[in-house]
């Protein structure tokens, strides 16, 4: 349990890499951002989009 309890961080060492944690906070939030932008522009429909379901044409195969 000690083992644990020595690998955890302290609140001084989390302020240190506070910037840190801040840079890949904000870069996951582009990159998730960034790829929903890609995806409605090459689809051309939202994230919520939901497709009508449609009769098909020809029912009795």
Known sequence: ?????RRLPTQD???ARAPALAGLAFGV???VL???LVSTIYTGQG???VPVETTP???NF
């Open 34 to 36: 960034g790829g929903l």
């Open 13 to 15: 060492s989390l302020q």
């Open 57 to 59: 044409v020809y029912p």
């Open 47 to 49: 994230l919520s989009y």
């Open 1 to 5: 349990m000690d083992a644990i309890l």
């Open 29 to 31: 939030a582009v990159m």
